[in-house]
């Protein structure tokens, strides 16, 4: 507690541009909280939903179970869906709807991206212009016959660096928050993409082989 108040007074002299980099900060918190909510709930790959569509040949009936246990706003549930719903149309359509489908997904996962990545740019430009001014306000301390006021010139230091370091602790920690989703959003687009291959492939397979179908077999004559 005690590290937390003077943080909480070292911030009292950051002068005005503090004010800013709370807002971004609290902002940044908000959406990386945000994030982690969003994957948690709706960005869920059950293993035996996973294991059942790398099956060769699996059951639609057993997919059809499979996702009747998820919620209907589960992304995966979302993408696979769209191919389960429709087998009956042409692949190239299931094909172009999934992509559909996979853009949709892609842009409720970026929400409020631009937003975190504005944050890792803006927040040490904040900063700096902290910094700027808390050098000005010292050196307008220092007059032409020397140091008028010492406590002036050590607090506009202090507003400088105070204003230096709040700015670029908020862009690390937005840039981590940021590279972080990037990387499952990429992830997670990657394995809808692969696992709405392998849906695809099972449909190819059963038009060319469907299920009940008994190959004929030509007859012997005896000789």
Do not use: C
Not at 152 to 166: D, K, S
Not at 185 to 214: K, S
């Amino acid at each position: 507690m005690q590290e937390i108040s003077e943080a909480i007074q070292a911030m009292k002299f950051g002068g005005a541009t503090i004010y800013p980099l709370l807002i971004l900060a609290i902002l940044a918190l908000v959406i990386i909280i945000d994030k982690l909510y969003l994957y948690r709930r709706f960005v869920r790959l059950p293993k035996s939903l996973f294991s059942l569509i790398e099956t060769y040949n699996f059951s639609w009936q057993n997919l059809e179970q499979e996702l009747a246990a998820l919620p209907p706003e589960n992304y995966y549930a979302r993408f696979f869906r769209i191919v389960q719903g429709n087998l009956d149309k042409p692949v190239w359509w299931l094909e172009s709807r999934a992509a559909d489908e996979a853009q949709l997904i892609e842009e409720g996962m970026g929400r409020g991206m631009w937003v975190l990545e504005t944050i890792v740019t803006g927040a040490p430009l904040l900063g700096l212009l902290g910094t700027i001014t808390g050098m000005m306000h010292a050196f307008n301390l220092i007059g032409g016959t020397g140091l008028v006021d010492p406590s002036g010139v050590t607090g506009g230091v202090a507003q400088a660096l105070i204003a230096t370091a709040f700015g670029i602790f908020i862009a690390v920690f937005a840039l981590f928050g940021f590279n972080f989703f990037s990387r499952r959003q990429v992830q997670v687009l990657e394995e809808m993409e692969r696992l709405g291959t392998r849906m695809i492939d099972n449909i190819r397979l059963n038009q060319q082989h469907p299920p009940g179908a008994v190959a004929s077999q030509p007859s012997m004559e005896k000789q």
